[in-house]
């Protein structure tokens, strides 16, 4: 099983390289139709094209397992092609990026992150105000770390603190009328809205930061405002290790405080924020961005905001021991499986999960959540289970031209015009696959 696992990951990341990416600047057409062979006009966002980044990476882990536990064959044979086109996308990713100058809650300064648009040419992409959204950079921060512990490129470190540094920036750091921080990340520095997506994935990655600095000297600039005139700007210089661990712990607990839903899942969001907008005041005849105080938990809840807060508590769990990550995580997996997963909806003995819009990758980012969590608790290994399943009934019996339909259980369509796959849906099985692949290999 684990042998074919990562076999059809590499077969399904291959076909979905050669039919999304055309040119060596590796633009991305967002969808490819198999029946037809014609791929879309429509170029991927960065958060599409990321998802690239996502398989290789987990096929490169993959790889890596392969090799320590098996025969090393598929290893020798493929690593080194995976690891140049990892640098390929993540060069070509550079039509992503641009420069603005943002006002946070502690500074201004100048900034090159990655706009949603892919630009005419490298570095031009448009990323004021809401062209560029925190999210992204998380995910690509999370990328970023993968690369660097499979390959230790020094370049994939760098970018990914250049990018946290970019994301904590905003972190609302201003304070209520009862003196309490008000915390949580906006969607973007466009918006005001602080949603799951802007916060519960940048866990995970702080946490990573946190264990490649520990018992380490390097020290970082903390920005803060004083508690005590809630106005002045503070920076202060801070261990890495202890920097990173601290806003792990105070985004996954502004997230659970906020976002948890009755259910037991996170909610999309937090609205009705005041101000509307984003707004700036003068201090000591300096601009900062205003405090936002949002009240409102919108829905619906989504498997990937769930997804990454079962991550975070795996990953909080393993760093410091403490056994409310052990209780939250558990609780949190076990009302996610039941929340998002219907048996036999739609083919009898498999689980349905909601595929409407962007929920393939959505639920990826889900399974993948369970198997972080496997290890402090074995019951995820049947929520685990209902993945494998669905990708095989969806491999053995729809297979076309290396390509997996979007609904794994239904199949095509019987139109063939009909039959467009998003190319971070092939992305996200060919992931899957190889996060199986290493999940089977190494949970004994």
């Known amino acids: 099983l684990s042998k074919i696992n990562l076999i059809r990951s590499m077969e399904i990341l291959d076909n979905a390289v050669t039919a999304h990416f055309k040119g060596s600047d590796m633009a991305m057409a967002r969808f490819y139709n198999p029946y037809t062979d014609s791929s879309s006009t429509e170029t991927g966002s960065i958060w599409m094209y ?55 809650y502690t500074q201004t300064k100048e900034w090159t992150v990655y706009g949603v648009n892919r630009g005419s040419s490298k570095g031009t992409a ?50 209520d009328s009862d003196g309490n921080e008000v915390g949580g990340i906006p969607w973007g520095p ?21 264990e490649i600095y520990k018992n380490k000297n390097d020290e970082i600039t903390h920005r803060y405002i004083d508690s005590n005139d809630r106005k002045t700007r503070v920076t202060e210089q801070m261990s890495k290790s202890e920097y990173y661990l601290l806003f792990a712990q105070k985004i996954y607990d502004w997230q659970v405080n906020n976002l948890l839903g009755t259910e037991g899942v996170y909610d999309d969001m937090m609205g009705g924020c005041t101000p509307g907008k984003p ?11 205003k405090g936002v105080i949002c009240t409102d938990r919108v829905g619906p809840p989504y498997t990937y905001n769930s997804g ?117 849906f092939s992305f996200t099985f060919a992931a899957e696959y190889a996060v199986l692949y290493r999940y089977n290999q190494t949970k004994k």
């Open 50 to 104: 990321s998802s690239a980044i996502e398989a290789v990476n987990a096929v490169l882990h993959a790889l890596k397992t392969e090799k320590e536990f098996g025969d090393g064959k598929l290893y020798e044979k493929n690593f080194n092609r995976y690891v140049k086109l990892l640098e390929q996308l993540y060069d070509n990713a550079d039509y992503y990026l641009g420069t603005f100058t943002l006002t946070s």
């Open 126 to 175: 448009e990323v004021e105000g809401v062209m560029n959204v925190y999210d992204d950079q998380m995910w690509l921060v999370r990328e970023y770390l993968e690369s660097y512990k499979i390959t230790k490129n020094e370049r994939y470190l760098q970018m990914a603190e250049y990018l946290t540094e970019y994301v904590l920036d905003g972190w609302d750091c201003t304070f």
């Open 190 to 210: 466009g918006y005001v809205s602080k949603h799951s997506c802007s916060n519960g994935p940048m866990v995970s990655p702080l946490v990573w930061l946190h």
């Open 279 to 289: 707004e700036y005041e003068n201090i000591d005849g300096v601009s900062y961005r």
């Open 308 to 424: 990454t807060m079962v991550s975070g508590a795996a990953d909080l769990y393993r760093a410091t021991g403490d056994k409310k990550y052990l209780r939250q995580g558990s609780d949190l997996s076990d009302a996610s499986f039941s929340y998002f997963a219907k048996e036999g909806e739609e083919v009898s003995g498999y689980y349905t999960y909601n595929i409407g819009g962007f929920r393939n990758w959505f639920n990826g980012v889900l399974m993948r959540g369970y198997v972080d969590f496997y290890p402090a608790y074995n019951k995820t290994g049947n929520y685990i289970e209902s993945f494998q399943n669905n990708l095989d009934y969806g491999y053995e019996n729809f297979l076309y031209k290396g390509f997996l339909p979007t609904n794994l259980l239904l199949g095509w369509s019987q139109n063939n015009s009909d039959n467009n796959t998003e190319g971070m």
